[in-house]
Structures are given as C-alpha cells and as structure tokens.
C-alpha cells in the first residue's frame, strides 16, 4: 500500500480525455463567412462519469481535499465529502474513492490537503480511474487505469478545460485609410486576439480579416469576418489567423492591437548557412510550424484549424529537428484515434490511418518511450483489426464506401481500385505494428507476416518494367504512371537494386511525368533526392520552390504553390477565391531536410542510443546548426574545408570522408577535408 505522499498536486483525468476534449472543442470552431463549420468525421467525447481511487496509510494526522470541474464527492469509509470540503484522517489505511461527473465538458479533480494538519493527501502518483462502462468498468473490475495528468495542470486554480497558452501584445507596423475605414497590417501571419480600446460611442464597426491584403480587402467574400458591437469602448475578438485587418470603423476612432496566442515552445532545432535565402527559407519555416503546434499539430490556422493525420506524421518528424517537443506528439497521436469502437478511418481517409500507426512507431524510434506505446498498444490493435477486416479478397486495402483516398491533391494519380501508393504504406504501417507489439511483449508475427505478403506481391501487380516506373494502379488498365508511388517505392524500401535508380531516371528526372505542386508531398520527394545522394538537386528544388513563395512576400508557407500562377489566384483552392492556406504546417519540410540529411543527424538505433551524423552540403559554400536529440543535442559546422561536431551525448559517430570516426560525449571533432 503506497504511504501517504504530499508533494506535487496535480489536476487528473480519465487519460486520453483531456486531449479528446480539447479535439472535440477544436474541431467545432472552424469558421467560413459567418457559419461554423464542424469537422465531418466522427467526432469522440470524452467520458463524463468516472471515479478515481487511492488507498493510502498515513502515520500522522492528515488532511485531504477536493476540487473539481464539475460535480461530485469524496468517500472514505462510509463517510462522503462534499467538494472543496475538507477531511481531517487519524493515523490508520484508508480506500478513497472520487466520483467526478461533467455532463457538458471534462471531469477532473485536484486534491489538495486544507487545514489544520501538517501533512496532506495530494493528486500525486498512485491514483487509478475507471470509466464504469461493461465489467471493467466495475468497481470490482480490472478496468482501472493511472490517472491522465499533464504538467500545465499543477495549480488548484488551473482549468483543464481551457488549454493554456500564452499572450504577447503585438502592434500593427501599418495602417492606411481604406473607403469606410483603416487597414491594418500586422506584418506577417499570425494568430490571436484582436483588442479594441478607447472606442469612441456609435454603430457596429464591421470587421474582415486576411490572410492576405487582397483577402481583408474583399469585404463580400473575405473568408472570416466579425464585428465589434455598438456603443462599447472595449472589445476583445475571440483568437483567429491573419495578417491584415479591414476595418468599416463607422466613423469610430479607436486602437487597435492583438494579442499574439501561442504555445511557449523552445527552438532547439537551428541552421545557417551560406545562402541567405535558404536562411531565410529555414527562419520562416520554423515561424510557420510554431504557428501551427497548438492543442495539437494543425493543418492550418486560418482555415480549417483540424488536425489531419497525415499533415501531423510529417510535422511529427518536423518537430523532432526543431522543437523534440514529446508531449504534443502524444496528445496529437491521442486526439487522432479518439475512443473505440472504430467505425472509420482517421478523417476517413485510409493513407492517413497508415501514417497514424507508423507515427507510434517512429516517435518511440526518436524518443524510447515504451510507456507511450503500451498506452496507446489497445487503441493500435482495434484500429489494426479494422483496417485488416477491410482488405479486398486479394489482402489488399481498396477504398470502400465512405472512404477518402487522398494520397495528395493530384488530378493526374489513377484511383480506381486498390493504389500502389496504399499498398505500400499499408505494408509499412503493418510493419510498424510488428515493431511495437514486440516492444510491449505482444506477438506482432501476424502483422509482419502480411507485411512481407505485401512486398513480395507489389512487383507482380505494380511494376511496369516497360515504363521502368510503378504504376498508380492495375484495375483500370491504363497504366498511369505518377511520382507517387514511385517516391514511396524508394524511400520505403519496395524498389531494390538497379529499379532505384531506374525510377530516379525514368520518373524523378523525367519532366513528362506530372510535376507535385504541395508541399505535402515536396517532402517526400526531396526525402528521396536527398536520400538517394541528390542534395544539390533538392536544394535547388528547395530555393526555387519555397524561395518563390518568399518572392511573392510570403510570411509563411503556403499549403500549395504553382509557380506558373499568378494573383489572385494563387489565393485560390477548392473553388474558393480565398480557399488556400497561406500558413500551412506541411509547408515546413525544410526544417527535417535540412537537419536530417544536409546536417546529416539521424538515430541508428532507438531514442539515439547510437546515431550517425553525416554533413552534406549539397553545394552550400558552408552550414552550421543544432539538431535536438533524446537527452540532448549535437552541433554540426561544415565547409568545404573541414567539419565539427560537438554531440553532448554518447553514442554518435561522424561519417565523413569514407571515416567513421567516433564522437566523444562532449568533446569536439574536427577533421578537415582530403581531396
């Protein structure tokens, strides 16, 4: 029986529904033109009756108390307690139990010691929760679980069902007179409050936002607008995107400010080099991805503001090479999956289910947290057996009624039937599931096993030797031939051997094949370009893509660019005039290219117990920069003359020059270059 604890209170929670919560929550805010238009995928809640439990012996006299955000009470004994009442114990054992009910948000409780005792009874380690549903719901049953808890929550006055960010006053650089009114500009994108004062008496003033100047300026169509009431001297809007603001001020003078809302994340990841624009590309990129790491990683913050599961995989691997921030790789990994029974793919789209269960297993690869993947193991399986309930007669995952199949915005990919693009990440997401069952001492044979079936029929159905490229599919007979999955061929190990370098020539430098026009699945073409030893070509890529988009006066990154467009239409997307993200999270790759493949940093084996650094400057004249590691971090500085490496943990080596040469906790490495 645990003793009496009384360090660190905390709020708790059933785990799992704070981040469902706050899911839920988010995906109901999302505005177009005076409507709020919810996400149109099942949306879970969290449970809104549970107990809590702790038994504890405590030798001296003690106190406990507690509070909690809805209703309920505290029972020891025979005896209950009102909330916020409080209960002074005598030396002895005590089982107490915690009801907790919120019917229209999250149950959760602070205990707390109050009065006259020295010592407390504290929402330390060692409380359970059950959710009382079915027999393991009982009070009796093995339904019981650790309490859910996060480390923003350690104050009695904390809410966990207001997420905590922080503010920061920012002032528009400009402002002109508009017919009607003033426009404002802020900048650059951002995301916050905007706070009217000193308001002089008189009608509503109508409010427009944009992401653009074109967008605030086009009152009739500006996809997000608002007003500030009649006759206030203050007024405060709720948080939104934008970088300017038209205001039809009725005449009434007033200031305008925001308050910038963000997450306080720290930027562990950093890069310079030679070339001022790839500075400058890095430098917005990390801008554009901090603007999108909230609640949960987003798609956007203008638009939709949804979390998306195969937007979050790539900012996953884009967090760990900028912030290695773990917690909002978890509470997103949570959100996505909600609560059993699974009735549809994540966003109903099936690549992003795949992506879902290969992010488990890529975030232990970077982190070694086990705990996470035995957590979220019971929510893996069930979505395991759904997506293996639904493959085709010939075990392979085809779209069915009421499925999305995205693989990317690309009008060119052939759809019919099942996808090689699907195949592959299905193989790679069982393959994933094989890796983390056994980490948790579960047999993940079967999962390998479809794994390898996969592979080893892809060639049979997929591969045209005639075109020397995978195709899109083979149920229609038209043999299409996209990037897709030859990307996926390579960068998941399907292609071998000489069709590497087959698929590089006859579809990677082929410009008769459909160029990719967003940045979603830029990423993985220049994964492929980079991890094929074609850096100088990525690079170029990268300068000339998201350098176009710096050319054009973007402030962050966009969820699509077409070069050969012009304004207004490269605002346009879905048949809507402002439909397009100007600050999407995919739009930031740069970050996890550049430290993974030109500062070279990867792990070799799980959380960086080893890991290689291999510096290639793809044509950079020199490069310097910081990659975060598990515990740690490593300083990499290369030029054409020499390199340096500092890791401040054991296990690296630096590859370099044809040498592997090992890195000494702490201890600089420089080698110069041999010709």
């Not at 996400?39 to 006299?61: E, G, S, T, Y």
Request: hydrophobic share 40%; proline share 5%.
């Amino acid at each position: 029986m645990p003793k009496l604890q009384t360090p660190n209170p905390r709020w708790m929670w059933y785990p799992g529904d704070f981040e469902i919560h706050h899911s839920l929550k988010l995906h109901c805010r999302r505005e177009e033109r005076g409507f709020i238009w919810p996400a149109f995928w099942k949306l879970d809640d969290c449970w809104h009756n549970v107990i809590f439990r702790k038994k504890v012996q405590i030798n001296h006299p003690a106190t406990i108390k507690v509070s909690g955000t809805g209703v309920g009470y505290l029972e020891i004994g025979t005896k209950r307690y009102h909330y916020n009442e409080t209960a002074i114990l005598t030396p002895g054992e005590y089982s107490l139990l915690v009801m907790a009910v919120k019917m229209d948000g999250l149950p959760a409780i602070f205990v707390a010691g109050g009065g006259p005792c020295k010592d407390a009874i504290t929402s330390a380690d060692g409380w359970e929760v059950t959710h009382l549903i079915g027999e393991t719901g009982r009070l009796d049953g093995p339904g019981w679980k650790p309490v859910g808890h996060n480390t923003m929550y350690m104050c009695e006055n904390d809410n966990p069902e207001i997420f905590k960010f922080e503010y920061e006053t920012i002032k528009p650089i400009a402002q002109r007179k508009i017919d009607e009114g003033i426009l404002y500009d802020f900048g650059r994108q951002t995301f916050g409050k905007l706070v009217f004062e000193n308001i002089a008496p008189g009608p509503a003033m109508q409010v427009f936002y944009g992401e653009s100047e074109t967008e605030a300026l086009d009152t009739a169509l500006s996809y997000i607008s608002d007003q500030v009431p009649e006759n206030v001297s203050d007024y405060t809007m709720i948080p939104r995107a934008f970088r300017y603001i038209a205001v039809k001020d009725a005449g009434r003078s007033h200031t305008l400010t925001a308050d910038y809302e963000f997450l306080p994340l720290e930027y562990n990841g950093k890069f310079q080099c030679s070339d001022e624009m790839l500075n400058r590309i890095w430098d917005v990129a990390a801008y554009t991805f901090h603007l999108n790491s909230r609640e949960f990683f987003l798609d956007g913050i203008k638009r939709d503001r949804w979390v998306w599961s195969g937007d979050a995989y790539q900012s996953y691997l884009i967090n760990y090479y900028l912030f290695f921030d773990r917690d909002i790789v978890k509470r997103t990994t949570i959100a996505l999956r909600g609560k059993d029974p699974v009735e549809q793919h994540i966003n109903t789209i099936m690549d992003y289910t795949f992506y879902w269960i290969i992010g488990v297993a890529d975030y232990y690869r970077f982190t070694g947290d086990v705990a996470f993947v035995g957590e979220i193991w019971p929510k893996m399986k069930t979505m395991l057996d759904f997506i293996l309930s639904r493959l085709n007669s010939d075990g392979l995952a085809e779209g069915l009624p009421g499925d999305w199949i995205f693989i990317d915005w690309h009008t060119y990919l052939d759809k019919t039937g099942p996808l090689c693009a699907e195949q592959m990440l299905l193989a790679r997401a069982l393959e994933s599931a094989a890796v983390c069952a056994g980490l948790i001492g579960q047999d993940g044979s079967l999962y390998q096993a479809k794994a390898d079936e996969l592979r080893n029929t892809l060639d049979i159905l997929y591969w045209d030797k005639k075109q020397g490229a995978y195709i899109d599919s083979f149920a229609s007979g038209g043999f299409n031939v996209t990037r897709h999955a030859n990307i996926f061929a390579i960068l998941h190990g399907f292609a071998k051997g000489d069709k590497v370098q087959t698929i590089i020539d006859k579809v990677l430098k082929n410009d008769a094949i459909p160029q990719i026009t967003t940045p979603y699945f830029k990423f993985y073409e220049l994964e492929v370009l980079c991890a094929t030893g074609e850096t100088q070509a990525a690079l170029n890529i990268m300068l000339d893509y998201w350098g176009g988009m710096l050319n054009l006066g973007a402030t962050s990154f966009w969820e699509e660019y077409d070069p050969t467009q012009d304004f207004p239409e490269h605002y346009a997307m879905y048949g809507d005039k402002y439909g397009k993200s100007l600050c999407h999270a995919w739009g930031a790759s740069p970050i996890y290219l550049l430290g993974r493949y030109f500062l070279g940093v990867s792990p070799t084996s799980d959380a960086y117990e080893t890991f290689d650094v291999v510096p290639n400057l793809g044509g950079l004249e020199w490069m310097e920069g910081v990659v975060p590691v598990s515990g740690g971090e490593v300083n990499v500085y290369a030029s054409k003359t020499c390199v340096k490496v500092c890791a401040s943990v054991p296990g690296g080596t630096l590859v370099w020059n044809g040498e592997r040469i090992p890195l000494p906790q702490g201890v600089m490495v420089e080698r110069s270059y041999k010709a």
